[in-house]
T-cell receptor, first 110, second 116 residues
Framework: GQNIDQPTEMTATEGAIVQINCTYQ??????LFWYQQHAGEAPTFLSY????GLEEKGRFSSFLSRSKGYSYLLLKELQMKDSASYLC???????????FGTGTLLAVQP | EAGVTQSPTHLIKTRGQQATLRCSPI?????VYWYQQALGLGLQFLLW???????NRGNFPPRFSGRQFPNYSSELNVNALELEDSALYLC???????????????FGSGTRLTVV
């Protein structure tokens, strides 16, 4: 089976840096995704990692260690609009579908 | 390019009734996925359709069913509605691998189903 763990909630200050961790267990691995979801809206794609290392995209970066079953999403220069849920999702298993963690609700404070 | 569209946006039903939710994928996407997001919970995988066939279903009772049409649009049907079926139902589409792997799924804005 697949299991994905991430913190339920985090709080950070505007302008700061925050790291959201995700650990996973899967019987097959074909990539890890991060999505952002504002309240009442659809999840939107942020990043994709399939090889170990860091992927940088503007203020957002995502890191993957396949041997440790670990990923993090790094958000720099936080803005108020970054307040949202951040969903870690793993593609793998017998059917290769995308399985989501419960999400981390990030609150950015002034 | 139009995104994934879902209808209706909101749906209110009485316990025991049936609900039908609709989804149109991005043009060229052949896979459609349905997820349930109950309040305070993560996205729970419901169903996956590709090329008109059901490829996989999540851990939901048989009263959750659906189909995919020749134009790749999809319907999700929920029979004998229960109060706990109240949730946001999200549809996503993707290209078939390998082209779709890099970008995961594109989600629609969802249908908020309320069962009273």
């Amino acid at each position: 089976g697949q299991n994905i763990d991430q913190p339920t909630e985090m709080t950070a200050t505007e302008g700061a840096i925050v790291q959201i961790n995700c650990t996973y267990q899967t019987s097959g691995f074909n990539g890890l995704f991060w999505y952002q979801q504002h309240a009442g809206e659809a999840p939107t794609f942020l990043s994709y990692n399939v090889l170990d290392g860091l992927e940088e995209k503007g203020r957002f970066s995502s890191f993957l260690s396949r041997s440790k079953g670990y990923s993090y999403l790094l958000l720099k220069e936080l803005q108020m609009k970054d307040s949202a849920s951040y969903l870690c999702a793993v593609k793998g298993g017998a059917t290769n579908k995308l399985i989501f963690g419960t999400g981390t609700l990030l609150a950015v404070q002034p | 390019e139009a995104g994934v569209t879902q209808s209706p946006t909101h749906l209110i039903k009485t316990r025991g009734q049936q609900a039908t939710l609709r989804c149109s994928p991005i043009s060229g996407h052949t896979s459609v996925y349905w997820y349930q997001q109950a309040l305070g919970l993560g996205l729970q995988f419901l169903l996956w359709y590709d090329e008109g066939e059901e490829r996989n279903r999540g851990n939901f009772p048989p009263r959750f069913s659906g189909r995919q049409f020749p134009n790749y649009s999809s319907e999700l049907n929920v029979n004998a509605l229960e109060l706990e079926d109240s949730a946001l139902y999200l549809c996503a589409s993707s290209l078939r691998a390998p082209g779709g792997v890099r970008y995961g799924y594109t989600f629609g804005s969802g249908t908020r189903l309320t069962v009273v």
